[in-house]
């Protein structure tokens, strides 16, 4: 079992071993700032590891290609007591904990140096949900059985790389990359700030900050860094603390420099303490309607509060241009790519509980729609085609061919993302406004990529590749083409709407893009004929044509623990394997349960999950979810446990150097809320039911319907209790 | 119509533009050195493109994959007359030519000064056939209007650069790759020699040189480079000249230095004139067999003679360890790799002319068939698979995915050339060495490879990429099952003759490895059960499992020209529509027409033919082919003159910018020798028929069968004459 501590409000850890599993477990963020939870003493093994990253902020390190870029670090410092660097001091009695309440990250430990003086640390950091452009950090530093000379170093550091990361998950990581020119640095009262800009589109970061403390701090800079340098005498027993506080804007925000000043200028002279009243404010409010409670099972109110914790500070509230990528703003993996996680994963809990940051990360989309435009006619396609990666711009950021280029179902799970969106929040003025454009372009795009068979008259879809990436680029991938169907079902009602409800604002749409009502009756040829198969003797949903050609694998002989089988098994073996790295035909079941029988469900459940790997991390919650509409509720319990301490027990090894896993936290909501918890709504309705497994005695959560909040709470034997909160 | 002349045994230009297709075109080599065409005084837009190659002499750009490295230039010169720059002045009379019989090229023209000072010059070059180190120049300066001072530079240049050259066909080149080490240099008596060291694996080369004139030149060095510098009085009226010989060695042939000293040292007093005389006899060995004497059309002769000049300046003979790149030793194209391209097109007309080459070449592959096992296992699967493009070492260098990891039937491909080189040959010896071997090990892979269905009791080939390359990764590909079958059937056969005739060798052989009589069942049951798809109404082999569900698409309207449509339509799109890029089914017809009726042709080649882009350069030669075959003699003419006259006339307006295409001159030559010359053999017996086109009225050509030496005369009219030479 991994070191980490869970209880209902804290996540905690009391060894300072597996650093870069503490790192990203305890990454903090406020949708705009994101850094990962390094002890800011310890210096790093390198500069792309001590990663703080801006949400949106890309640049590209090859035509067409963007990295997250890894900002200038505000957090570290060097530490020196009576002459010792406290990094090489032994560390004892060490705590790094999380408040989850508030985002406060702590570090708590004794420092013995090598003559045996003894000294008590405290490192305190949050980054702020009230204001955006603000971070803090405290040092509180008592000598045990000394009194001596301390010595502060601390400032901001563009001397930082990239580190960018093959989307090929075989590809090690070589090459560092140097993205910041040498900054601008200017000294101010009581610290500096410091303005950089990228290589080579001159993106602009501005850090500001002051240090707080009795004593003056000298100034110092070298080429890409400014230090403030302290120097005092401790006295045995006596605690002595400074305070850093950080502004930080970008080239996003508008004039970084300025910005970064005022915003420093308005809290220079408040204490750490009142800053993070503030911040610990503005949770509330979040927590307020997100916050999940459960009663029986204390790590598993601790797991849950994580994941929405992680969800909650990786979503930018502020900015419809950008998203969460799919390890959020905790590494740079997968370049800090935006995936169908978001849309399919995560978004349901912000639509349900946040609605309007679950707006603002399908305005992302809608405002990528003209790149989707383009992208569409970079494949000779009409319409929209969004990418299976995507940044700043809209343009495909995978390089992985078969991914990049069969992997076309992200442009149907964005629609059906919107169609939800709009079902239960009952905000009509997004269909008016951003739905129904984005369904015309995406539906244009399925009528291209449908391949008509006069002789049968039926619409095949090939060469594409489904959720289960261990199969081949095949035909008829069930899932692409449900989904498919669903945005093309989206697309008729739209327009029916439209005509009906916006009659101006349609004529303007349907004007703008060409519209013809012809279209619909070939969106609705595809709904009727595209193919799925059915297996009528087994009453079976096939996956695609190909699946049933493939060799059985003896999982439990050839699957060693949780690694994944791709590390043992090349590609193209396994691609021919009976096996799914994670869930496809019930991946849509678990999306649409309504257009299934129970028994077509479970007869799914018993022919794919004995064949699933759960190679992604992708897999274990959508699982629960299932099982858990099913009555299966030990294996839902089973995979629910997995979802949700996937990343705080790393179960996958790789929580440390790949950072959080988004999307697992959504499926683990998901599974909480829609499985457990029994909400679910048909778009008019909404309803719940209890299926509490026996760890959770009750549970009481919130969410959105129609624009109205809602109590749920549910407990053991009884009828759920459902409140309209007003 | 391009500027190219063609004579019997001469191919010249009589203009100055089109650089870089000259420099094509005029590349010359001698299976060992390979440099491009580039007038010696032109001193070129950037150094990546003064190329000088040597076979098989790659180094790794990036962890596993190389790039054909561009060797130190012994070629270039700077020439002042009377103190002005000769690559500045007006050109007039210009004709650069090549004599085929000799491989000497030749620029001659006449420069006119800023002062209107004209010069007659003349720059012969040639590399020697007789002695693969050996390469020599000379100039000759003859003042027209003028007497006064020369200014020759001439020596060793390694401060060339790479440019490696993506897979992907739509990706631009960006970046230079330096690979040279700064080099030593040690000066000699008339000359100097420079020793080189690539980046990272210190693979080394030396070139020694003596520049031979009246005058002595001086010697100057830089960090890369080493220089003859001669100054001298040119008489008005009185022809001047210099002869520059040179001596090539590399870390493949040992210590390269004292190799290339030596070389150098027994040729140093010789002339040009004598050492040219000495390659033509060597050429005149290769042309006694390798020759085609054609009647009719002497554009046809030459272009037929280039052909075969290219061909064998191309192939290694020296060197078991290494092939023939897709683009020869005249651009580094495709990073200058080994494809399907030298079995199946060029090998047929080393396997009949100059069978030492054919199993020179084929040694490479059985030299890497211990990488071919290690790659098999890569990709998790047993016995051996051949990279889809191979150099030095075995090992994958395409990393495009789709081609890369799915065009799988270059193992087959290799597997059939063996197979074809035995049987005509008759050289059994090297079917008990290393055929059987190679069919055993193939073997295996596909028997891995193929999925089988016990509910069908089939076996299906899934995921796999036929020679149609812009048709998706799809199932049962007509013309890889094809193959496939091949390669079991030769590894049967083997197996059995092996038993019978070399019981003590097969005894070593089965047990290293492994062998199990159980595997030939298997196999067989491969060959018996494996899918192809065959439409009874129509009689027609379809290419795969998804073609006839794809679109039609009007080529007439489409197709711009010779220009591939890939440049135009996306590849996502363009793998939906009905067209091929080069032939697929007719491709194997090409290969073992005796496995169809003629009217399972005919009907293959009416509904494919059509449907057929020509996006590769692959694919006029073999339709030529078959359309003779056919008896369409008039399209079979048409094919191969597009394909006869790909590169001379630059048909594709790629050869300047990507080299000469290897596999269209081979396929040009089955075109002419299998087709219009109409040589077959089943292995026991060959057999010639006439079916030659109204353009040719008489032709002449010799082969070798079973060892023996034969000559086929056939003329208009008349049946074929066949004289077993003696």
Known sequence: ????????????????????????????????????????????????????????????????????????????????????????????????????????????????SRDGLRTKIKMEKFISMANRHIAALRISVMPVNWSGSLYLE?????????????????????????????????????????TAKTFPSHRQVTMAYVLNADENAALTTDDYSVTSVLETTLKCGTCWQAEKLVAVACFRDGDSENIARSELELIRHESFDALLDRSKKAWGRLWETSDVVLEGDETWQGGVRYIIFQLLQAAPRHDPHASIGARGLTHGRYKGC???????????????????IAKNLLLYRYNTLPDAVKSAKNFSAK?????????????????????????????????????????????????CCYGTELYIQTARYWVDRFNYSAKEDRYHLLFVKGPDEYCGVTSNDFYTVSMARQNLRLAIDAVSEMKQRWPEEWQDLSS???????????????????VLTFDEKRGLWLQDVTFEYMEPLDIKKEKDGDKPLYLRIGYDRLQRYQVLKQPAVLMYMALCPEDFSKDEIETAWNYYEPKTLHDSTLSFGIHALVASRLGKTPEAVRYFEKSLFLDLFDLMNNTGHEGIHMASLGASWQALIFGFGGLSHDGEYFKVVSRLPEQIHAMRYRFFFKGHPYEAEIKQGDDPIIRELT
């Open 338 to 356: 935006y995936f169908w996680d978001t849309e399919i994963y995560m978004l349901p809990m912000f639509t349900m509980t946040q609605p309007e």
């Open 512 to 530: 703008r893009l060409s519209f013809n009502d012809n279209e619909i009756a070939v969106w609705q040829n595809i709904i009727d004929k595209s």
């Open 154 to 194: 601390t400032g901001i550091d563009a001397s930082v790389q990239n580190l960018p990361i093959s989307d090929n998950q075989l590809h090690n990581n070589i090459e560092f990359v140097q993205m910041w020119n040498i900054p601008e640095i200017k000294p101010i009262d009581g610290g500096a700030v410091l």
């Open 1 to 112: 079992m991994k070191p980490t501590r869970i209880t209902s409000w804290h996540i905690s850890c009391g060894s300072d071993t597996e650093r870069s599993l503490r790192e990203s477990i305890f990454s903090i963020a406020n949708g705009y700032i994101g850094t990962r939870g390094f002890r800011p003493d310890e210096r790093g093994k390198h500069a792309a590891w001590r990663s703080t990253f801006i949400s949106g902020f890309y640049e590209y390190i090859r035509p067409g290609i963007t990295d997250l870029v890894n900002q200038p670090d505000f957090s570290a410092m060097a530490l020196r007591l009576n002459g010792e660097d406290t990094e090489s001091m032994h560390v004892f009695d060490f705590t790094q904990s999380l408040d989850m309440s508030c985002g406060l990250l702590e570090w708590s430990f004794f420092l013995e």
């Open 383 to 431: 319409g929209a085609r969004y990418s299976w990666m995507a940044s700043d711009t809209g343009f495909e950021q995978c390089e992985t061919w078969d991914t990049g280029c069969c992997e076309i179902h992200v442009t149907a799970d964005i629609a059906f993302a919107f169609g939800k969106y709009t079902a239960s929040t009952g905000d009509d003025q997004f269909l």
